[in-house]
């Protein structure tokens, strides 16, 4: 037999009576399944996720969750095919042995793998004190049971809401409240909301929103403590100036955790960021050596990004979930040349206070910002952002429909800043200052981000020249 | 004499029933200069671009009118688009913030989110009324006209309740319509001594039309009555409401495109499952496939041909050409519904079509206003003649087709029969 006639036939026998296991049963994990399926991939498959749910979608947890109009457990994904899978739900992985090729699960099994896909996603961080967490009436958003939780206090209904964070779920938390007519303050560390991922341009923006309508924002404070009753439910917050806000919801939007804890010891790139990978969804290895087993989707993945110097790039974005899943599974059934890449432009939506804001790009990679069509009083208007003369990203506010256009000038690396309209330009039209805030503030940190070449850990001892 | 370009060859009336051949050969020039300086884009990615494209305005007022001097042995006809189009600006030939604020009033009194998500679900009911009505009343015949007895009762019935136009007006404004249709041309006939004469009709109706919709408007506001025109008259948004010249020409376009193009669309629904008796057979025993159908059925024969108000603000760079500032932008979504670079056998009717983003609806921001109510309409009054129609066969293909090259469909679709099923 040939090389190529051995190497096909090691495909095809692997298609048919592989084991793969996927870990991850959320968006990037179904849709990963899916598409291993429809690759024609008939093997073992199992997939495993820490929360006893189906997988479900979480955009609507924050918005009609909340609001009360769609229960908690109607948000199930639409399956798009059958996947045939031995689900192990509500067990979480705790181990990784790549040597014996196994995942080691919660109840002690160990789960024995050819090909392995990390979908562990991100996980909410929690109030930093444990006991104050503890306190009846403080939560997170991230899964389906905090929305579950959250929405029945918010129905109760509380005097007052205390946000804390305004990234993008702390300020759609404030704008379901403030439809709600729930009395609502938030705090928030940076100089306004959604300054990690927009910048301060657009933060100022983005306050005046919230104060509108009816927004008690605080920005440049942290929350120093939370007190409880008797009872043990929260009812004050103590904020760094001094003053108090009482409260009897505490919402901590302080971003998400990438779940990582588990590949301890596994020996592959992963940290703070997420795990390495390269374009087609192959994980590094601590040495940033590609492995031939494992592969890596949504928002725990990190791969170097062709529009952004090569930098590695972490999407947490829906999209970049479910087309990163299946460039994944693709590669995971094919061999080169036949490698997919996962070239995304990051793209993601939010809905708050009436208004539908939208972006392309990589907004922090940019550091100046112009407005293009529009109108920033009324708040319908583009934005583009710029770096050395380039288009790196676009914001658009009640104004999406634009946002294809923008989007083709990033990745055609267009000028900055870009042709002006032929109609409806904003009355300012140079370039600003972006005002993106120093890395280092949690709440600030945006959900698509350039994490550089580096590793974030450096735990591979480096000999050179080693015989 | 000057040889016809694959675009004027498309437009001419003999070639209305299979437009399709001079496509093909139109988009081997994806953007294509005219002898009268109009660019004609054909392909898909090219009108999505431009779609996009913030330099691009929908706005007549800013076409200019002499494009270029006419070519030689092109004739010095009136533009049609100043002939007919005398009106104050509706949504559809609008730009930004306009555009934006008119269809942000309409809205709300449409398809209604959020504050009336259920306006066009709740008329699901009266369509199947009237679509079992339609049918029950071929019973016993052998031979139907899908278009007289089916296609055009449903959408006009349905419009007329939804903006609240009296249906005892349907003859006269049904008779304006047709007349400024058939005066509308953009070929190389357009200088011909019958269009020349139609062009005064069409101006005439056009301008009773306007007067017919001015009266109505006023007797909302003096009494306010059931429907969507009322409510744009006497419901002011916190922008407040739209000039009586605007109303006037959104309530024609309101009247004239919300049934129009669906009755082309369920003429061309017929007459393309009756020439593809393989596709008929799978929705008769696969009803749910009416809903990527009736997608299939929008790319594959579109109810808007092509778009013709836009024009270039600044120069514009694509596909290898340069779109001179002023210069007429003509989007032929027909072509690009076929284009093969974007659709994997773009000839083939596939009612399973995956990633079908057709641009029967076009894109941007004058998406169709009426596409989910015209999405409605098709689905159920479809579903319901495969249902129904007991071997059914056509008896005449080509059909005849209506003179209009921008709204093009069948004026009679005949249909033999052997039964109506119950």
């Known amino acids: ?36 399926r429809e690759e024609g ?37 639409p399956r798009l095919r059958e996947v045939d899978a031995q689900w192990r739900l509500g067990v979480a992985a705790t181990g990784l042995d790549r040597a014996a090729r196994q995942v080691r699960t919660a109840d002690g099994e160990q789960i024995p793998y050819d090909r392995l896909l990390i979908a562990t996603g991100t996980r909410a961080r929690q109030w930093p004190n444990p006991d104050e967490a503890a306190l009846d009436g403080v939560c997170t958003l991230r899964s389906r049971d905090d929305a579950a939780q959250l929405q029945k206090a918010l129905a109760a209904p509380p005097s007052r809401v205390l946000v804390i964070g305004a990234g993008f779920i702390g300020s759609e938390v404030a704008s379901v409240c403030r439809e709600l007519d729930l009395p609502v303050t938030v705090v928030e560390r940076g100089s306004a909301p959604l300054v990690g991922a927009l910048g301060g341009v657009i933060g100022e923006i983005a306050a005046e929103m919230q104060r509108d309508h009816g927004v008690d924002l605080r920005c440049g404070l942290g929350v120093s403590s939370l007190e409880g009753d008797a009872g043990g439910h929260v009812r004050r917050a103590h904020l760094s100036d ?27 790139a992963s940290g703070f960021w997420g795990v390495g990978c390269d374009a087609g969804g192959r994980a590094f290895d601590i040495n940033g050596v590609v492995t031939d087993s494992i592969w890596v989707a949504g928002d725990v993945a990190r791969a170097p990004h062709v529009l952004y110097e090569y930098q590695f790039l972490a999407m947490e974005h829906w999209d970049n979930a479910v087309l990163g899943a299946e460039a994944a599974a693709h590669n995971m059934v094919n061999l080169e040349p036949h490698y997919h890449p996962h070239l995304l432009l990051p793209g993601f939506w939010s809905g708050q206070f009436g208004v539908n804001i939208k972006s392309v790009g990589v907004p922090p990679f940019g550091d100046e910002i112009v407005f ?43 000028p900055f800043p870009p042709p002006p309209p032929g109609w409806d330009q904003p009355g300012d039209m140079k370039p600003i200052p972006a005002e993106f805030p120093q890395p280092g503030v949690p709440t600030a940190i945006p959900d698509v981000v350039l994490t550089g070449h580096d590793p974030s850990e450096r735990r591979a001892e480096f000999r050179s020249r080693r015989r | 004499m000057v040889e016809e370009t694959p675009w004027q060859q498309a437009l001419r009336y003999a070639n209305r029933a299979n437009p399709y051949p001079f496509y093909e050969e139109l988009r081997r020039t994806p953007v294509a200069r005219q002898p009268d300086g109009t660019y004609v884009v054909s392909t898909y990615q090219e009108i999505v671009t431009l779609l996009h494209d913030p330099r691009v305005s929908s706005d007549i007022r800013k076409l200019p009118v002499p494009v270029a001097a006419p070519a030689e042995g092109s004739a010095e006809a009136e533009p049609i688009t100043e002939a007919v189009i005398s009106l104050e600006p509706n949504i559809i030939t609008q730009d930004p913030p306009e555009h934006d604020r008119d269809r942000r009033m ?31 009343h071929m019973q016993g015949k052998t031979r139907i006209d899908a278009v007289d ?24 404004f049904h008779s304006w319509i047709e007349t400024a249709l058939d005066a509308l041309d953009f070929g190389p006939e357009a200088a011909s001594e019958e269009m020349q004469n139609r062009l005064a009709g069409g101006r005439r109706a056009v301008e009773e039309f306007e007067q017919f919709a001015a009266e109505l408007l006023d007797r909302y506001a003096q009494q306010p009555g059931p429907g969507m025109l009322s409510a744009m008259v006497n419901e002011d948004g916190p922008e407040g409401g739209m000039s009586k010249g605007v109303l006037v020409s959104n309530a024609l376009l309101l009247i004239f495109a919300g049934h129009e193009t669906t009755v082309n669309l369920i003429a061309h629904s017929v007459l393309t499952l009756l020439r593809h008796p393989d596709a008929l057979e799978k929705l008769r025993h696969r009803p749910e496939l009416i809903v990527p159908g009736v997608e299939e059925l929008l790319r594959f024969e579109s109810s808007v041909q092509f778009w013709h108000t836009r024009s270039a603000m600044e120069d514009i760079h694509i596909a290898g050409t340069t779109i001179p500032k002023g210069a007429p932008i003509f989007l032929a979504y027909g072509s690009a519904n076929r ?44 579903g319901e003649f495969v249902r129904r129609m007991q071997n059914p066969r056509l008896v005449e293909d080509p059909p005849p087709y209506r003179h209009n090259q921008i709204f093009r469909g069948p004026r009679h679709v005949l249909v033999d029969i052997d039964g109506i099923r119950d």
């Open chain 2, 149 to 172: 007895e089916f296609a055009y009762p449903l959408p006009v019935t349905v419009i007329c309740k939804v903006l609240g136009v009296p249906p005892d007006d349907e003859p006269r």
């Open chain 1, 41 to 77: 991939f008939t093997g073992s498959l199992t997939i495993i996720g820490d929360e006893p749910h189906e997988p479900y979608d979480r955009p609507p947890l924050s918005k009609q969750v909340l609001k009360g109009w769609v229960a908690a457990d109607h948000t199930k994904l």
């Open chain 1, 242 to 268: 001094g003053t108090i806000v009482d409260a009897d919801v505490v919402v901590a939007s302080l971003g998400s955790i990438r779940n990582v804890e588990w590949l301890e010891g596994a020996g592959l």
């Open chain 2, 339 to 382: 284009d093969p670079k974007r659709f994997a056998d773009p000839d083939e009717l596939d009612l399973e079509r995956r990633d079908n983003q057709h641009l029967g609806f076009s894109q941007g921001i004058h998406f169709c206003f009426g596409a989910p109510l015209a999405r409605l309409e098709v689905q159920v009054a479809v």
């Open chain 1, 1 to 36: 037999m040939t090389v190529p006639a051995t190497v096909a036939e090691l495909v095809r026998e692997f298609r048919a009576n592989g084991r793969i296991v996927i870990v991850g049963a959320s968006l990037a994990g179904l849709r990963a399944a899916e598409a291993l």
């Open chain 1, 372 to 414: 293009t069509q529009g109108s920033v009083k009324e708040r319908h208007f583009a934005a583009a952002y710029g770096r050395r003369g380039r288009i790196v990203a676009a914001v658009t506010f009640d104004h999406g429909k634009w946002l294809e256009y923008y989007g083709k000038l990033i990745e055609q690396s267009g």
């Open chain 2, 106 to 136: 309409m809205m709300p009194h449409f398809v209604g989110p959020p504050h009336s998500p259920h306006l066009i679900s709740d008329l699901e009911p009266d369509i199947r009324r009237i679509v079992d009505g339609l049918l029950d």
